[in-house]
C-alpha cells in the first residue's frame, strides 16, 4: 500500500522531499535509499533552478514505472511549466503511471486539476504573490501550499531570518501544511528553526542536492538526520 502525501504530513514532525534535477532512475534510487520520504519528478518544464528540460510525460514511461516499482511512498509531478503545458491526457496517464500527488504555480494550474479525484493536489505560490491574499485552502480539496516566494536572482543563497517570518506568516494563515523548497542554499542546521517556524516538510532539489548518485546521498543523509534528531 503506497503511502499518501497527507498521511506523511500528518504523522511526520517534517517530511523530507527530493525534488529531482533530472528524471533518471539512479538518482531517484540514491535518493530512495537513503531516506526520502516522497519523491518529486518533472515533465513539460524547463526548470530554473536544475537547468534541465523535461519532456513530455511519454519520453520518460518507462523510467516513471521503474521509480514507482521502487518506491512505495509518495510519487509527485510537476506536469508543466506554464499553463498552456498542461494535458488533461498526461494527468490521466501520469495517474496511471502511479503518481500520488501533484505540484504546480497556482497560476499555472488548470481549475480542472481540482477535479481529479485520484491524485492529492498541492500548488505553489512564488514571490509575485502577496502573502495576505492566501488563505484557507483545505475546501477546495487542496493537500498542501509549496511556498516558492524567493526571488529568482535569489535563488542559490543562504536562508534568512526574513524567509523563515514568511513560511510562519503563511502557516498560521493557511489551513493546509506548508512546504518549503530548497530555492535558498538550505543546511541541515536549518531544520530547527524551519520546524519552530511551523514548516512541515523540506523539498530538497538541485541548488542543496546537485545533480550526482554521490551528492544526493550526502545531501539526503544530512538532512535525514537533522529531521530525526528534531
Do not use: C
Not at 22 to 47: C, P, S, W, Y
Not at 50 to 70: A, H, L, P, Q, T
Not at 80 to 100: P, R, T, V, W, Y
Amino acid at each position: 500500500m503506497t503511502a499518501s502525501l497527507k498521511q506523511n504530513l500528518t504523522e511526520n514532525k517534517m517530511t523530507l522531499i527530493v525534488s529531482l534535477p533530472e528524471n533518471r532512475f539512479d538518482l531517484a534510487r540514491a535518493a530512495i535509499q537513503t531516506g526520502v520520504d516522497a519523491v518529486k519528478l518533472h515533465v513539460n518544464v524547463n526548470h530554473r533552478a536544475s537547468g534541465n528540460m523535461f519532456k513530455s510525460v511519454e519520453s520518460y514511461v518507462e523510467i516513471f514505472r521503474s521509480i514507482r516499482d521502487e518506491f512505495s511512498g509518495p510519487l509527485g509531478i510537476v506536469p508543466g511549466g506554464s499553463f498552456g503545458d498542461i494535458k488533461q491526457s498526461e494527468m490521466e496517464q501520469l495517474i496511471a503511471l502511479g503518481f500520488n500527488f501533484y505540484s504546480i504555480y497556482a497560476h499555472d494550474k488548470p481549475s480542472w486539476m481540482l477535479g481529479l479525484d485520484k491524485i492529492e493536489k498541492t500548488f505553489a505560490i512564488s514571490s509575485d504573490y502577496s502573502l495576505e491574499t492566501i488563505g484557507n485552502v483545505k475546501h477546495l480539496g487542496v493537500t498542501a501550499l509549496e511556498a516558492s516566494i524567493i526571488r529568482g536572482e535569489e535563488y542559490g543563497s543562504p536562508l534568512t531570518f526574513k524567509d523563515v517570518l514568511a513560511y510562519n506568516w503563511l502557516v498560521q494563515h493557511v489551513d493546509v501544511p506548508v512546504l518549503v523548497p530548497s530555492q535558498r542554499k538550505l543546511v541541515p542546521s536549518d531544520i530547527p528553526l524551519l520546524a519552530k517556524a511551523g514548516v512541515k516538510a523540506v523539498m530538497l532539489g538541485a541548488i542543496v542536492i546537485g545533480h550526482t548518485e554521490e551528492s544526493i546521498q550526502h545531501a539526503i543523509i544530512s538532512f535525514r538526520n537533522a529531521i530525526d534528531s528534531l
